[in-house]
């Protein structure tokens, strides 16, 4: 399964544990090394042009989105993704308050992160280095640009199939 490849119709017939295992499995790590190479990117690119504030910026912005995205994920991870392995069947799961409210509480923290993902799109120009820019900037900037795609397709992937699976009520 390639969730990238699925279309709306598509995605809302899978099976909750195929789509849980795509998102453990490739969506995750994928999305953390994303972080990862672009930070140290970042830092190599800061390091041969020290007094560029726009670089000084972004990395500041990379490390708080850092920063929230492990600690949201890992939430997920440990807390909402158990509940949905329930629903594996691929049948509705009738939710408790609680439920519902953490449901509410991760699209909360989809929303922060998407506006630190436009932050840095405005930080970066869309993603856009200069000519002259380093290849380091370049490679961290194009790695930015994979991170907030993959990260749209992980939000709309829980937000649209997931979270619905797990807050219906009978």
């Given amino acids: 399964m390639n969730l990238h490849k699925k279309s709306g119709p598509e995605l809302r017939k ?12 490739y969506m995750r790590p994928r999305i953390k090394e994303a ?12 390091k041969i042009t020290p007094d560029d504030t726009t670089l000084q910026s972004v990395l500041q912005i990379v490390r708080d989105l850092k920063s929230a995205l ?73 790695q930015l640009n994979v991170l907030e795609q993959d990260l749209n397709m992980l939000f709309y992937v829980e937000e649209e199939y997931l979270f619905p699976k797990i807050t219906y009520t009978k």
């Fill in 35 to 46: 972080v990862e190479v672009a930070q140290e990117q970042l830092h190599v690119a800061e």
């Fill in 70 to 142: 492990y600690t949201h994920l890992a939430r997920e991870y440990r807390l909402l993704y158990p509940v949905m392995r329930a629903a594996s069947n691929g049948t509705w799961v009738a939710a408790g308050s609680e439920i519902k409210s953490f449901v509410q509480e991760m699209i909360s923290e989809h929303a922060a992160l998407k506006e630190t993902l436009a932050q840095l799109r405005r930080a970066t120009a869309d993603y856009n280095s200069l000519p002259k820019a380093s290849p380091s900037q370049k490679l961290a900037f194009a």
């Fill in 14 to 25: 899978a099976n909750i544990r195929d789509v849980l295992n795509e998102l453990e499995l």
